[in-house]
């Protein structure tokens, strides 16, 4: 495992180097790799950092977990390289050295609207959890995102719980997605948008629509972003198994 020095957080190091290993082979489909235990042996942390880094190779498809048997390198399937997989905004952010922060959150139940239901391939009329962030790096804010959750019954309902990755908070209750399907185009943000980033109608705007279901279908995800064009960029990287999209936020000098 490459040395901390390189300032990307523990996990990230942990998943970066199991990620090498499946890729050139040592690791091989269908194989189980080592228990966590053996895990936070070998690489000196501790079992939530194993357990973090496990969790970002499932999201990127690389593994699978079979309960209660244990952690395997998940087979390849043709239609693997048309999904984009990604991970959570507040991981990309602290990999490139600024803290990724949660300026604003506010979470509600609600029924889905017949256009929300269509896009999530859920009933109309299902209960589902509607939660509004608005995220930037220190006070600067440069994306808000609006998200609809099916299945998650048991996730809480105070906007303070949503001030961190939800990515993290999904996976502390078991909810990872199998498949996510992503649009990214141009389009002017809703007026409620733009008052709540502070821009003009006129401001460049890029909008990410990423819909996203575990594959038994208990849990459903859509997240409609739109992020301000000066403020940010989406970078893509397919060296890797299927494609990874990473969120950073522009640097000024």
């Given at each position: 495992m490459q040395s901390r020095s390189s300032g990307e957080p523990l996990y990230a190091l942990v998943a970066n180097d199991l990620r090498a290993k499946i890729v050139s082979g040592a690791l091989k489909p269908g194989e189980r790799i080592p228990s966590e235990h053996a895990l936070?042996?070998?690489y000196h942390v501790?079992?939530?950092?194993?357990?973090?880094?496990?969790?970002?190779?499932?999201r990127e498809r690389l593994l699978e977990r079979r309960r209660p048997v244990g952690t395997f390198v998940r087979q390849t399937h043709p239609d693997d390289g048309h999904l984009t997989?990604?991970?959570?905004?507040?991981?990309?952010?602290r990999e490139e050295g600024e803290p990724a922060v949660t300026l604003w959150a506010q979470v509600s139940r609600e029924r889905a609207r017949a256009n929300v239901a269509a896009l999530m391939g859920v009933p109309e009329g299902t209960e589902l959890l509607r939660l509004r962030r608005t995220r930037g790096s220190g006070n600067r804010p440069f994306v808000h995102f609006d998200t609809w959750l099916a299945g998650c019954d048991d996730l809480p309902g105070d906007d303070a719980s949503y001030y961190g990755s939800l990515y993290d908070l999904l996976a502390l209750h078991g909810l990872a997605a199998d498949r996510v399907r992503e649009k990214v185009e141009a389009a002017h943000a809703p007026?409620?948008?733009r008052d709540?980033?502070?821009?003009r109608r006129s401001e460049p705007m890029l909008r990410r629509i990423r819909i996203a279901e575990q594959a038994d279908g208990r849990f459903r995800e859509l997240t409609i972003c739109h992020y301000i064009g000066s403020e940010y960029r989406y970078c893509v990287d397919s060296a890797h198994v299927g494609v990874e999209a990473r969120e950073v936020p522009r640097t000024h000098a």
């Open positions: 936070c042996d070998a501790s079992r939530i950092t194993v357990r973090r880094g496990l969790d970002t190779l499932v997989l990604l991970e959570g905004l507040t991981g990309e952010v007026e409620d948008v709540i980033l502070g821009v």
